[in-house]
């Protein structure tokens, strides 16, 4: 099966930095995303890895370990409007079909 | 550009009637649509792949029979929630791809679907 494992509740103050990790085990592996969901609402495209290294876009930068089956989004300069849940998601197949981490829930304090 | 709509955004039904939700993209063609399934304070469960033309592919466990997909066009997939009852209350979520620099999926804003 495929096993994607997030941290389920982080907390951090506003104008920090945090890093969420994610560590997966999958029968294939063909991308890996992140992505931002506001309660209620859709889920919002963060960023992609499907090689090893950082990607940074801004605040957000995303990290990729394909040996070790991790990565880690990297918020900067947080922000209250941060405070949602971040889903970290692998493509295992070539039919661009997700599977989806259970979420961590950010909670930005001022 | 790449934003996907869903219809209706919330619908409460008696158990037992059918329910019918659609996801278009509204300015791209989705070659793959993608319908999930969100319990609260969990994650999202694909329910199916959808492709324009052709049958649509359920993940294990999710009965065809009761969740019929339709993909008549390629802005145009429908989730059809047969003989709907309580536990099937849940939020719905469709996505398509087709259209990103990496291939990801660009989601619908969903629709809560309350069974009474």
């Known amino acids: 099966g495929q096993n994607i494992d997030q941290p389920t509740e982080m907390t951090a103050t506003e104008g920090a930095i945090v890093q969420i990790n994610c560590t997966y085990q999958?029968?294939?592996?063909?991308?890996l995303f992140w992505y931002q969901q506001h309660a209620g609402e859709a889920p919002t495209f963060l960023s992609y890895n499907v090689l090893d290294g950082l990607e940074e876009k801004g605040r957000f930068s995303s990290f990729l370990s394909r040996s070790k089956g991790y990565s880690y989004l990297l918020l900067k300069e947080l922000q209250m409007k941060d405070s949602a849940s971040y889903l970290c998601a692998v493509n295992s197949n070539s039919g661009y079909a997700l599977n989806f981490g259970k979420g961590t829930s950010l909670l930005v304090t001022p | 550009g790449a934003v996907v709509s869903q219809h209706p955004s919330r619908v409460i039904c008696k158990s037992g009637t059918s329910v019918k939700i659609e996801c278009r993209s509204l300015?791209?063609?989705?070659?793959?649509m993608f319908w999930y399934r969100q319990f609260p304070k969990q994650s999202l469960m694909l329910m199916a792949t959808s492709n324009e033309g052709s049958k649509a592919t359920y993940e294990q466990g999710v009965e065809k029979d009761k969740f019929l997909i339709n993909h008549a066009s390629l802005t145009l997939s429908t989730l059809t929630v047969t003989s709907a009852h309580p536990e099937d209350s849940s939020f719905y979520i469709c996505?398509?791809?087709?259209?990103?620099?990496?291939?990801?999926?660009?989601f619908g804003p969903g629709t809560r679907l309350t069974v009474l």
């Open positions: 300015d791209f063609q989705a070659t793959t």
């Open positions: 999958t029968s294939g592996f063909n991308g």
């Open positions: 996505s398509a791809s087709g259209t990103g620099a990496y291939n990801e999926q660009f």
